[in-house]
Every structure is written in structure tokens, then in C-alpha cells.
């Protein structure tokens, strides 16, 4: 199968901690993506938000728009209320042909709260599933007829980050709903991502590459750091430079036929992590990684 391989700009600039690289230019992370290799570029919160001012930020160094996150709040809101909360943004996406919208649950998100422990989450209730996975499904439905499959991120900080909810979450949304498999977030929340990618490849429509450095994890979450604050220590960086193993995850990927995109996401801090050194350094190994396990790069 083709994959093409791409990169999220928080290896630059992080939304969520402006001091990371927040005073670098957006021309600055597009030039340097191309240099380092990659396809395209997820969207960050520097990037322009219409189709045409999109396209003359990207035009100029070849490189095609991956996909762009989005913070649902369907926990407090309508599948009808997200819908027309999220109309500009999936305009963007469509409008750019990207196959794939980033998708998180941002209800009572402490992903960006310094003072809460990354493990703290807000967990939805037994009695919320069954009306909350109606409502992602209808979303995912309403997206699809748009050409643009729901990518759920699993993320650390929010209503859907261990293993347990993830599968909960495959098992009662219909097959509109699509997953996002992150290495990182998973690993982070202690699931295996094989074991992940094992149970629900036929739902995976996105993938972020994030390596683990274990021995910050391990004090991460002995000292009951904030997820940013593991940021900040080191928790993250780009594939082959940690502790997760890649190649098992993506050779089951290869066989079970994943069609999509291989994006690098590795915030770290841009003074200790020289952004383009990483970005190529991601893509090297991620290169290698991808065609040993039977992908050709598109």
C-alpha cells in the first residue's frame, strides 16, 4: 500500500505552550518541512483558516494540507450544535482535499491545565456512552458525506485517552467514525499500540508518530507532572529517537491494507530540539521504517 508522510508544526510552535517557538514564523516551519522531506503539514493555529489564503501559504513550497485538529464538545452539545460549530473548519478541509479531520473531545479538557496530573481525565459515565457515541457516529455520517472521514484522536487530558476507552469508543460508534492512532498518547496511557492497532485496523484512517522517551515517562507519571509540564521535560520526540517500537505497528498497518497518511508529531521544546534537525531525523527513520514494513512512498 501508499502512504505519504507528513508533519504537525508543533515541532516548531506549540499552540497550547506559546513559549515553545511561539515567536517563529509559519514560512519558517512550511520551508523547513519541505527541506526535511516531508509531503505535507497538518495545520496549526498559525495557519490560515479559508481555502485560497491556504493555498497561497502552502502553494509556494509544494506541500498539500494533511488535515487540521478540531476540539468537539459533543459531551455538553447536540450532534446538530457541532455540526454547525464545526461548518468552517470542515469547509477548510474539504476545501483543501484533505481525507482526514483530527477529532478530539475537548469537554473539560486538562490536556493544557499545568496544575492537573496528565492522567486526570474527565470520564464519561456509563449512562453517557450509548447517547455520546450516537452523536460522534452522526457526526462522523455528516463528515463523510463531505469526503472527510472523523478521525478520533485519543488524546491524554481528555474523555478518551486509555485503551479501555478507545475500544468502548470503536465498539459503540458506528464505522463512520474513524480512529487516530497515536504511538505517543497511547503509550502514555499505557496501551500498547500494536495491541490497539491489532484490535481496530479497520477502523484507523490516521496515524501520528510519536516516540516515547521512557525513562521521562516513567518519571512523568511517578511525580504526577501535567501533560504539558512532560512536554517540557523531554516525554515526547520524533520516531526512532525513543522507546516505542515502530516497526511491528507499522508492518500490521501495511498488511491490513492502511491507504493514508504517516505524520511525525513530537512537541518538544525548539530550544533543545532543533526543529529541522528532528523533522529530518523523523523522517529518515520513519522512511526506512515505512518501506521495511511494505509501504511504498507516495
Not at 495545520?43 to 489564503?53: A, S
Not at 459503540?172 to 496501551?191: F, K, R
Amino acid at each position: 500500500m501508499s502512504v505519504r508522510l507528513g508533519i504537525n508544526p508543533i515541532t516548531w510552535t506549540n499552540d497550547d505552550l506559546p513559549s515553545l517557538g511561539g515567536d517563529t514564523p509559519l514560512a519558517t516551519c512550511l520551508k523547513e518541512t519541505k527541506q526535511a522531506g516531508y509531503a505535507g503539514t497538518e495545520m496549526g493555529g498559525k495557519f490560515p483558516k479559508t481555502v485560497p489564503e491556504m493555498e497561497r501559504a502552502l502553494d509556494p513550497h509544494g506541500l498539500k494540507l494533511v488535515s487540521g485538529w478540531y476540539s468537539a464538545r459533543l459531551l455538553e452539545r447536540t450532534a446538530a450544535e457541532e455540526i454547525d460549530a464545526m461548518a468552517g473548519h470542515l469547509d477548510l478541509m474539504a476545501g483543501m482535499g484533505c481525507t482526514v479531520m483530527v477529532f478530539a473531545e475537548g469537554t473539560e479538557s486538562n490536556a493544557a491545565n499545568r496544575a492537573v496530573p496528565a492522567g486526570m481525565h474527565r470520564k464519561i459515565a456509563d449512562g453517557e456512552w450509548s447517547e455520546y457515541a450516537r452523536r460522534v457516529t452522526a457526526v462522523g455520517e455528516h463528515m463523510r458525506k463531505r469526503g472527510v472521514r472523523l478521525a478520533f484522536h485519543h488524546h491524554m487530558g481528555t474523555a478518551v485517552q486509555t485503551g479501555d476507552e478507545i475500544d468502548r469508543l470503536m465498539r459503540e460508534t458506528g464505522p463512520a467514525v474513524g480512529l487516530l492512532l497515536d504511538t505517543g498518547h497511547a503509550t502514555y496511557a499505557g496501551a500498547d499500540p500494536l495491541k490497539l492497532a491489532e484490535r481496530h485496523a479497520e477502523r484507523i484512517v490516521h496515524v501520528h508518530c510519536k516516540d516515547v522517551r521512557r525513562p521521562v515517562l516513567d518519571r512523568a507519571l511517578k511525580e504526577g507532572m501535567s501533560f504539558l509540564d512532560a512536554v517540557l521535560a523531554g516525554v515526547f520526540t520524533v520516531p526512532g529517537d525513543g522507546n516505542v517500537d515502530f516497526p511491528p505497528v507499522l508492518k500490521l498497518l501495511s498488511a491490513r491494507g492502511y491507504a493514508g497518511w504517516l505524520v511525525v508529531e513530537a512537541e518538544q521544546d525548539p530550544a533543545k530540539a532543533h526543529p529541522l534537525t528532528y523533522a529530518r531525523k523523523g523522517f529518515e527513520y520513519l522512511s526506512r521504517a515505512a518501506e521495511a514494513a511494505g509501504f511504498a512512498l507516495a
